[in-house]
Nanobody, 125 residues
Framework: QVQVVESGGGLVQAGGSLRLSCTASGLTFGNYAMAWFRQAPGKEREGVSAIKWRPTSVTYYGDSVKGRFTISRDNAKNTLYLQMNSLNAEDTAMYYC?????????????????WGQGTQVTVSS
């Protein structure tokens, strides 16, 4: 049984930083593309960032987070990270971690089979 669990969300002031973590079990972590999506109230789910490992390591960032967020993964720990800096109110959303066997851009939620329950990020201005 595959389980995906996010952590690290919270309330932060504008300009601050947070680091999200995501652990995945029940799958061969290194074989999967991993992604972060977010969804704010009344808005569609947005692909934030993604990373794949094989055959080469490739990362992707949405335009709204490029230069501020950094995605990384520790395959030995089955863990995905999202370092978020220079946060602003527009970053307020529920953040979801997802695992998928297909690497395709732009990010599509339908390409990712396994999802966590989400972790809330709230940025106060």
């Amino acid at each position: 049984q595959v389980q995906v669990v996010e952590s690290g969300g919270g309330l932060v002031q504008a300009g601050g930083s947070l680091r999200l973590s995501c652990t995945a079990s029940g799958l061969t972590f290194g074989n999967y593309a991993m992604a972060w999506f977010r969804q704010a109230p009344g808005k569609e789910r947005e692909g934030v960032s993604a990373i794949k490992w094989r055959p080469t390591s490739v990362t992707y960032y949405g335009d709204s987070v490029k230069g501020r967020f950094t995605i990384s993964r520790d395959n030995a720990k089955n863990t995905l990270y999202l370092q978020m800096n220079s946060l602003n109110a527009e970053d307020t959303a529920m953040y979801y971690c997802a695992a998928g066997s297909m690497w395709r851009l732009p990010l599509r939620a339908g390409d990712y089979a396994y999802w966590g329950q989400g972790t809330q990020v709230t940025v106060s201005s």
